[in-house]
C-alpha cells in the first residue's frame, strides 16, 4: 500500500491560560487515494491534528512524521525549517477550510487559477480543471466573487481549488460545517469522488460522525482522558 | 462558462496580481486612502510650486534685467588698455566699456527740428552692451546715439530723429564751442534706467573728453591742440670754464630745480659715457623723480644764470633695435648729444636740429659704413606698445653699439619708454596716446557670475557698484523659502506616511486571515512581505497622481487669478522635477517601510489561530 502520510508516535503538547493539552498519535497512517475522517467532539484535538498534518504546527516529539509524493519521495517533518514547510504545503497539500477559506479579492476563477500560480508545474492542465469545475457545477459562477455564492457553492469552489492545485492529500477542515445536510452530503461525495478518480487521499475532520459513518475508509476519533489541575489528555485512536 | 477565465494566469508577478485584485475588490477603502495622501501631497505641492514659481520670476526678473549683470567702479584711477584686454579675456565678462571722465561726458543736447534742449551724459557703448541691446534697441553706428526714455522725452525725439550735441570749453579766457550732428537710432525702454543718457560709440565720448582738454578732433573738424610728446630726461650734464663750479652755484642746481644728486665726471671718459668729447670739467645733475622735463631746465638756468655753465640735457643708454633698410635687426643703445644752436658746448661731433618734415630723425649709426640715404628705423619697446620712428642716418651704418641723436629726439624716446607715444607719419610730430581710462561699464554672462566679478575685482582694489545684493535677497529668499517649505514638507510627509502605514497596518489586521490563508498554501514569508508592499506603493503611486492632479488645476486656478500680475511667459507656481522626483522616491521608501509594519502585523500572527479566528 502507498502512503502520504504516516505518524507514529507523535506527540502535540499546547499550553494556553495556565491549561495544558496533550495529543498522542500512537499509529496513524493515510494511504494514497483514501478517504479518511476525524471525528469527534470540540476540544478534542481534531484541529490540533489537522495543524500537524498541515505542517502548521510542529509536534513536540514524533519517532515518524513523514510525508510521501506519488513520486515516492519521502519528507521527514521533523526539524524542516518554515522555508521548506512552505514549500512541501505548496505542492503537496490542498486545503478546505470551513468557510471555503477563498480569497475574496478573487473571482472563483482567480480563486482556483491561484493553485496553478502556487503551483504552474504539477497543477492540473486547464483543460482537465475545466472539466472539474464542470463536473462541480460552477461554470456559471466563474466570475463571481466568494461573497456572491452560497455556503455550498464556496465550499465546491473550494474543492476544485484544492483539487487543482493536485496534491498528495487534501485535508478537509470542517468543509459541510455551514452548509445544510442536503449540502453536506454533496460536499463529502465530491470529496469522495475525488479521492477515487484523482488519487488523491481526502482527510475530513468533521463533528458529524454519520456524514462519514460507513463511506470513509477509515475513521479516527479521541480518547479523552482528564489530567490535574484541568489538564487534558488526547489519544487518537482508529474506531472504524 | 468563460473558458478564457480559467486558461489565464495569475503570473506573472503573482503577489502583485493578488495586491492589484485586492486594492480593485475594495476600491472605494483604496480611494480613500489615496485621497487622504493627496490630501496631504496636494497642498504641500501647491506651496512648493509658488515658492519656486515666485521666487523663479524675481530669479528671472533679475535675469532679464540687464542692470542686474552690470557692474561700475565706485573710484576713478586710471584703466589702461592692457588692463581691459585682461578683463575682457574672462569668460564670466559679457561686456566691458572704458569711460571717459564724468565732468567730460555732460553735454547740451537739442532737437534740431523743434528745438528742445537738455543736458545728457554721454556713455560709450559698443557690440554685445545689453543695457542697450536687451532694452529694445540696437547698438548705435557711427554719428548715431541711443537714448534713455527719459532723455528722448526732454528732447521730444523719436528713433529716426536728429538731435545735435554742444560741448564747450574756455581756452585762454575764450569761450569756444563744438557740436555734432547724431541721429537717433533707438529709444531705450524705462527698464534701461530713469538717467538723461545718449548711448554712443567710444571715439564719439572720446572726442568731447579731447576738446574739453583742449585738444583738437580732426574728425569732426574741431581745432585744438595736439597731444604733443615732451622730452623726458634722467638728468643734465654741467660744463663748467676752467675755473669750476662755485659752490655756491652746486647748491643753486639742487635748490628748486627738480634736480637733487650732483656727481663730478671725468672729462677724458667723457667720449665713452656720453659719446662726445668735452675740455673741461663735468658734473651730472640727477633728479629727485624719475625723469625732468623742460620746465626743470628753465628752474636750472634761472639759477645758473651769469655762472657761464653749460647745461646739456642727458638721457641715460636707451636699448634699441635697429632694423636696418635691408631686413638686418641689430641691438643697440641711444644715446643723447648736444644739438648746435641750442647747447652751444665744446662737445663734437654736433649735428643739425632735425626739422619736423623730414623722412625721420637724424641719428648717427655706429657702423663704419656710409649711410646708405635710406629709411631705416629705430625700434624702442616700451610699457604702452613699441615705438616705431624712422632714422635717417647722418653719418655711419646701422651696427651694434650706440647710435647718436640730438638730445630733444632721444628725449622722446625715453618717455616712450614709460607711455605710449606715437608718430604722426604726415607731420612727423610725436604724440603721446591717452593712458587709459578713468572708469568702466562691465556686464556679468549671469547674474550667478556677478558675485564672483565683484571678488575679483575688489581683489584688485577696485570697489564697485553692483545688484548683488539683490541677487543675494532673492538668494536668501529661496533658502529661507526652502527651509520653510521643507519644514512644513516633512510634518506633511510624515502624516501622509503614518496615514499610509495605519491603512497598511489596518488593512494587514483587516486581512489576517486572507494572508493566512495565502501562508497555509504555502506562499513563502518574502512573498507575503510583497503583498503590503505592492498595496503600499500603489496606493502611494496613486496619492500621488492625484496630487499631482489637484496640483494642476490649482496651478491653473491661480495663474488664472494673478495673470494681471504676471509678465508674458512667466508662471505664478513652477514645479522644479528634481525635488518632485526626489519627494516621491521618498515616499515610495517611507511606504515600503510602512508596508513593514503590516507584515510585522501577518508574521506576528500564530498561522493555526489566523485560520480560526477568521471567516469569509
Known amino acids: ?240 | 462558462m468563460s473558458r478564457q477565465s480559467l486558461h489565464g494566469s495569475l503570473r506573472p508577478f503573482p503577489i502583485l496580481r493578488l495586491a492589484v485584485a485586492d486594492l480593485r475588490d475594495e476600491w472605494l477603502l483604496s480611494l480613500c486612502i489615496s485621497l487622504a495622501i493627496a490630501a496631504v501631497l496636494a497642498p504641500l505641492m501647491i506651496l512648493f510650486g509658488l515658492k519656486s514659481g515666485a521666487v523663479e520670476i524675481l530669479r528671472q526678473r533679475l535675469v532679464q534685467d540687464p542692470r542686474n549683470r552690470e557692474i561700475r567702479p565706485k573710484i576713478t584711477r586710471t584703466y589702461d588698455v592692457a588692463w581691459f584686454a585682461d578683463i575682457k579675456r574672462r569668460p564670466d565678462v559679457a561686456f566691458v566699456i572704458p569711460l571717459t571722465r564724468g565732468i567730460s561726458s555732460t553735454v547740451d543736447a537739442v532737437n534740431v527740428v523743434t528745438g528742445a534742449t537738455g543736458k545728457l551724459d554721454l556713455s560709450p557703448t559698443g557690440r554685445a552692451d545689453a543695457l542697450v541691446t536687451e532694452n529694445g534697441s540696437a547698438v548705435p553706428k557711427e554719428n548715431e546715439c541711443v537714448l534713455t526714455a527719459a532723455s528722448a522725452e526732454e528732447l521730444n525725439v523719436q528713433k529716426g530723429d536728429m538731435v545735435e550735441i554742444r560741448t564747450n570749453r574756455r581756452v585762454n579766457k575764450e569761450f569756444q564751442s563744438a557740436s555734432l550732428e547724431l541721429k537717433v537710432a533707438g529709444v531705450l525702454d524705462m527698464r534701461a534706467g530713469g538717467g538723461k543718457i545718449a548711448y554712443v560709440l567710444l571715439p564719439v565720448v572720446e572726442a568731447v573728453e579731447q576738446y574739453l582738454d583742449g585738444q583738437s578732433v580732426p574728425e569732426y573738424g574741431w581745432t585744438g591742440t595736439r597731444p604733443l610728446a615732451r622730452p623726458e630726461f634722467d638728468g643734465a650734464l654741467l660744463v663748467a670754464g676752467p675755473e669750476g663750479l662755485d659752490p655756491a652755484y652746486e647748491r643753486k642746481a639742487v635748490t628748486d630745480t627738480g634736480f637733487v644728486h650732483l656727481e663730478k665726471l671725468d672729462p677724458s671718459k667723457m667720449e665713452n659715457v656720453a659719446g662726445f668729447k668735452v675740455d673741461a670739467a663735468v658734473w651730472l645733475l640727477r633728479p629727485a623723480g624719475s625723469t625732468v622735463r623742460q620746465e626743470n631746465f628753465e628752474a636750472l638756468k634761472e639759477k645758473l644764470r651769469g655762472s657761464g655753465i653749460q647745461i646739456i640735457p642727458w638721457v641715460d643708454s636707451i636699448p634699441v633695435k635697429i632694423h636696418a633698410d635691408d631686413g638686418r635687426v641689430f641691438q643697440a643703445s641711444v644715446k643723447s648729444i648736444p644739438v648746435a644752436g641750442k647747447e652751444s658746448t665744446p662737445a663734437t661731433p654736433l649735428i643739425q636740429t632735425p626739422d619736423a618734415s623730414q623722412r625721420g630723425i637724424p641719428v648717427i649709426f655706429p657702423g663704419k659704413g656710409k649711410p646708405s640715404g635710406k629709411s631705416d628705423s629705430i625700434v624702442v619697446a616700451g610699457l604702452g606698445g613699441d615705438l616705431v620712428v624712422p632714422a635717417v642716418g647722418i653719418s655711419g651704418s646701422p651696427a651694434e653699439g650706440p647710435v647718436l641723436m640730438a638730445a630733444d629726439n632721444a628725449g622722446i624716446l625715453r618717455q616712450a619708454i614709460s607711455r605710449q607715444v606715437e608718430r604722426d607719419p604726415k607731420t612727423g610730430e610725436f604724440l603721446v596716446v591717452r593712458r587709459g581710462y578713468s572708469g568702466f561699464r562691465l556686464f556679468a554672462k549671469t547674474i550667478d557670475q556677478v558675485d564672483d566679478l565683484r571678488r575679483f575685482l575688489e581683489s584688485k582694489e577696485i570697489p564697485v557698484f553692483h545688484e548683488g545684493e539683490r541677487i543675494n535677497d532673492v538668494r536668501t529668499l529661496d533658502s529661507q523659502l526652502s527651509r520653510f517649505f521643507w519644514f512644513i514638507a516633512g510634518v506633511g510627509i510624515a502624516g501622509a506616511v503614518a496615514t499610509l502605514a495605519a491603512s497598511l497596518y489596518a488593512s494587514a489586521e483587516r486581512k489576517s486571515y486572507e494572508l493566512a490563508v495565502l501562508r497555509l498554501l504555502g506562499l513563502r514569508r518574502r512573498e507575503i512581505v510583497q503583498f503590503p508592499a505592492w498595496q503600499g506603493m500603489l496606493l502611494t503611486i496613486i496619492g500621488f497622481a492625484m496630487a499631482v492632479g489637484i496640483y494642476t488645476v490649482a496651478s491653473a486656478v491661480l495663474g488664472h487669478v494673478f495673470q494681471d500680475q504676471l509678465h508674458a511667459g512667466e508662471h505664478l507656481t513652477s514645479l522644479p522635477p528634481g525635488p518632485v522626483i526626489a519627494i516621491f522616491f521618498l515616499l515610495i521608501v517611507l511606504a515600503l517601510l510602512s508596508s513593514l509594519l503590516a507584515s510585522v502585523r501577518i508574521f506576528g500572527t500564530d498561522l493555526s489561530e489566523a485560520l480560526r479566528e477568521g471567516s469569509v
Open chain 1, 1 to 240: 500500500m502507498e502512503w502520504v502520510y504516516q505518524l507514529r508516535n507523535v506527540i502535540v503538547e499546547r499550553s494556553k491560560g495556565g491549561a495544558s493539552f496533550r495529543l498522542t498519535i500512537p499509529e496513524f497512517h493515510i494511504p494514497r487515494g483514501s478517504f479518511t475522517a476525524i471525528v469527534g467532539q470540540s476540544g478534542c484535538g481534531k484541529s490540533t491534528l489537522l495543524d500537524i498534518l498541515g505542517l502548521v504546527l510542529s509536534p513536540s516529539s514524533a519517532d515518524t512524521f513523514n510525508l510521501i509524493s506519488r513520486y515516492g519521495e519521502s519528507f521527514e517533518i521533523p526539524g524542516k525549517s518554515a522555508k521548506d514547510l512552505a514549500q512541501i504545503r505548496r505542492h503537496h497539500l490542498g486545503y478546505i477550510l470551513q468557510s471555503g477559506g477563498l480569497m475574496p479579492f478573487l473571482s472563483v476563477a482567480g480563486n482556483i487559477l491561484l493553485a496553478r500560480m502556487l503551483n504552474p508545474k504539477t497543477a492540473t492542465d486547464p483543460e482537465k480543471t475545466e472539466e472539474l469545475v464542470f463536473r462541480l457545477g460552477l461554470e456559471d459562477h466563474l466570475k463571481k466573487k466568494p461573497s456572491q455564492l452560497s455556503g455550498g457553492q464556496r465550499q465546491r469552489a473550494a474543492i476544485a481549488r484544492a483539487v487543482a492545485q493536485n496534491p498528495e492529500i487534501i485535508l478537509a477542515d470542517e468543509p459541510t460545517g455551514s452548509v445544510d445536510k442536503y449540502t453536506a452530503a454533496k460536499i463529502r461525495d465530491l470529496l469522495l469522488q475525488c479521492a477515487r478518480e484523482q488519487d488523491i487521499a481526502v482527510l475530513i475532520v468533521t463533528h458529524d460522525e454519520s456524514l462519514v459513518s460507513g463511506i470513509a475508509d477509515a475513521t479516527y476519533s479521541f480518547e479523552l482522558a482528564q489530567g490535574g489541575e484541568g489538564d487534558l489528555r488526547s489519544v487518537l485512536r482508529k474506531v472504524a
